[in-house]
């Protein structure tokens, strides 16, 4: 199933289970965008301590490049 590592502000990491927002597998839609930085807004909820972000595909976004 897909995967998102996000990064704290203090450097600490995690990996949050994606789904659709109803809780079914979302995998194909995300292909387009697999290994790319994205901002995503959505509900996170917590299942027997794996974390999931329930979120459709029109909710994520490529996120901009960092300022150098």
Not at 13 to 24: F, R
Not at 29 to 41: D, F, H, K, S, T
């Amino acid at each position: 199933p897909p995967m998102l590592l996000v990064r704290g502000v203090l450097g600490e990491e995690a990996l949050v289970l994606l789904v659709s927002s109803d809780g079914h597998a979302i995998g194909g839609e995300l292909a387009g965008i697999a290994g790319a930085p994205v901002e995503v807004r959505g509900r996170l909820t917590r299942d027997r301590g794996t974390l999931v972000l329930h979120a459709d595909r029109a909710q994520y976004r490529l996120a901009p490049a960092p300022a150098r």
